[in-house]
């Protein structure tokens, strides 16, 4: 039987492990599977940074997601010639000769032009 666990009660589970309790032992205890304990120590460790500062997985996670999507972003406007400020026809061409090269929602929200705009 699967049971829901909120954030806190993984966060419990994973504060357990921290302080010297077994894997096997938690997961007979709160009847978790092993592989999903793991993720859960993964997803709720904290992580020390350079400057000391505790950063969780999922922290991270959104953080290089968000960068990821800027370099993406950053890279289009770069390759397009123009910036969100150029008149739209301008921006249209640049769209044009770059559409295959990056998906049509990066190009449309690096150009802030919309996406029914473009396919128009």
């Not at 020390?48 to 993406?72: N, P």
């Amino acid at each position: 039987m699967f049971i829901k666990r909120s954030a806190s009660e993984k966060q419990m589970i994973v504060a357990q492990y921290s302080s010297g309790i077994s894997v096997a032992d938690l997961c007979a205890q709160h009847g978790v599977p092993r592989s999903t304990l793991y993720f859960w120590i993964r997803q709720f460790s904290p992580l020390k940074t350079i400057t000391e500062k505790t950063v969780y997985y999922h922290e991270y996670r959104d953080l290089k997601r968000h960068a990821d999507k800027l370099e993406s972003l950053l890279a289009v406007v770069k390759a397009a010639g123009c910036g969100t400020s150029a008149p739209l026809q301008v921006k249209l061409a640049a769209l044009e000769k770059l559409y295959g090269q990056y998906s049509v929602r990066t190009l449309c929200d690096a150009l802030e032009v919309s996406r029914g705009t473009f396919y128009n």
